[in-house]
C-alpha cells in the first residue's frame, strides 16, 4: 500500500524544476496529501485557480505543502518523506499543513468568506466543531469522543453486507447507506441520538454503531438469516441510521452556534457555517444543517463534493493562504516530523460545557431527500 503512495506520488511530479531566487518568489504552491487512503497532489496558483492535479510539464513552484497531521503514521510518513526529499533536491520553501486546517479552509478558496466562521468537519476519521478566526487561528468548541461519523456509517454498511446488493458495490459504505435510506423509512425503526443529556458540543458515534448493531442481529433472528445475509429491512436500517447521525450533528452545531451568539465569536452581520469533509457530501446531512442554519440565521457554505473528500487541493490551497500571510513557512533543511494525533486550535471544549446551553427544538429535516444517482 505504502509503496504504492511513493510509486502515485512519483507518477504525479514527473517532472524538472529550477531553483534559485526567482523560484521563492512565484506563488505557485504545490499541495499533497497523503493522511488517509487516499493520495494526491494539485498545483495552484494565489487567485485559488488549479492549475493541475497532475503534474507532466516543467513549472516554476513557490513552494510545497504537504499534510503532517493528523492522520495514519505510515501515510503521512509517506508523504512527509517524499515532500522533504523533493523541495531538498529543488531548493523550495516547505509547508507544512494540518489535515482539518485544509478542510477548514477550502471553502475560502471557492468564494469571499472572511474570518470568523463556525466550521463543522465531519470525514472518516474526524467530527469537530471550530471557530475559524484566522489561517492558523482556530478555537475548537467539540470533538469526537470515540469514531467519527464516516467512520460508523462505513462499519453499518458493512455489517449490512451492502456490496452484495449490485447498485451498491461500488460505493463506500457511507454512499452506499445514503443511497438505501432514499427509499426507507426512518420512522420504522428508532435510535438514541448519542449524548442527549450532555450539553456540550462533543460527538459520540460509537453507541450509535452498537444500537445499529444490536437491531441488525435482531433482524437477522426474526427473518431467520445468518449474518451476511442483505435483510428485507436494510433500506429502513439505513434511513433511521443515516438520520440519527445527522440529528446528532445538527444538535451539537446548534449548540455551538448559540454558544457563539453568547460570546460574541460570530460577527453579527451575515454569520456563516461551513460544513466539510467527506461526510459533507451527504444531501441528507446537508440538509439538517441547513435547517439549523435557515433556523438560527446563518448561512450555510459547502464544498462541492469533489473537494469534501480528502485531495491535493485543499492541501495546495492552505498552503497558499499561508503563502499570503508569511506563516508557517519553512527552509527546505528544517527538521520536520509527522503527527498522527494533532488537535486543531486552543481546546474551548470545557468553556462550552460549562455554559450548559440547552438548545430550543427547532423543526426535523424532511422524511425523504431525493438524490439524482
Known amino acids: 500500500m505504502f509503496q504504492t503512495k511513493v510509486r502515485i506520488l512519483q507518477r504525479l511530479l514527473r517532472c524538472k524544476h529550477t531553483a534559485g531566487s526567482k523560484a521563492f518568489r512565484s506563488r505557485l504552491v504545490l499541495g499533497i496529501e497523503t493522511s488517509c487512503d487516499e493520495t494526491g497532489a494539485a498545483v495552484m496558483d494565489e487567485t485559488g485557480a488549479i492549475l493541475g492535479e497532475s503534474l507532466h510539464s516543467q513549472k516554476e513552484l513557490g513552494a510545497v505543502a504537504a499534510t503532517v497531521k493528523p492522520g495514519l503514521a505510515l501515510s503521512l510518513a509517506v508523504g512527509l518523506s517524499f515532500s522533504l526529499g523533493f523541495v531538498r533536491r529543488h531548493n523550495k520553501p516547505f509547508i507544512p499543513i494540518h489535515h482539518m486546517e485544509a478542510h477548514a479552509l477550502t471553502v475560502r478558496m471557492l468564494q469571499p ?21 484566522g489561517v492558523d487561528d482556530f478555537l475548537l468548541l467539540g470533538r469526537t469522543l470515540d469514531e467519527a ?29 445514503e443511497l438505501l435510506a432514499q427509499d426507507g423509512d426512518r420512522k420504522r425503526f428508532s ?44 433500506n429502513d436500517i439505513a434511513a433511521a441510521t443515516q438520520h440519527t447521525v445527522a440529528s446528532h450533528l ?28 467527506g461526510v459533507a457530501s451527504n444531501q441528507y446531512i446537508r440538509k439538517a444543517l441547513a435547517v439549523v442554519a435557515e433556523a438560527t440565521g446563518l448561512r450555510l457554505l459547502c464544498p462541492p463534493a469533489r473537494f469534501c473528500t480528502d485531495n491535493g487541493v485543499m492541501v495546495a490551497w492552505n498552503g497558499v ?42 423543526r426535523p429535516p424532511p422524511i425523504r431527500i431525493k438524490i439524482p444517482e
Open 321 to 362: 493562504e499561508r503563502l499570503r500571510e508569511g506563516t508557517g513557512i519553512l527552509a527546505p533543511e528544517v527538521e520536520v516530523t509527522y503527527e498522527p494525533r494533532a488537535p486543531l486550535g486552543v481546546d474551548i471544549t470545557a468553556e462550552v460545557r460549562a455554559a450548559a446551553i440547552r438548545p430550543p427544538p427547532i
Open 250 to 277: 445538527a444538535k451539537r452545531t446548534h449548540r455551538a452556534i448559540l454558544f457563539c451568539r453568547a460570546n460574541r465569536l460570530l460577527p453579527s452581520q451575515n454569520p456563516t457555517l461551513v460544513l466539510s469533509g
Open 149 to 177: 461519523p464516516g467512520d460508523t456509517l462505513d462499519k453499518v454498511a458493512r455489517r449490512l453486507s451492502l456490496r452484495k446488493l449490485p447498485r451498491c458495490a461500488a460505493l463506500s459504505g457511507g454512499q452506499a447507506i
Open 191 to 234: 435510535f438514541r441520538t448519542p449524548m442527549g443529556q450532555t450539553p456540550d458540543c462533543c460527538f459520540s458515534f460509537a453507541g450509535l454503531r452498537n444500537q445499529v448493531t444490536l437491531l441488525i442481529q435482531k433482524q437477522e433472528v426474526e427473518e431467520g438469516v445468518e449474518e451476511g445475509t442483505v435483510l428485507s429491512c436494510v
Open 113 to 133: 468568506l472572511h474570518f470568523p466562521f463556525l466550521v463543522l468537519l465531519v470525514s472518516g476519521g474526524h467530527a469537530l466543531l471550530a471557530v475559524a478566526r
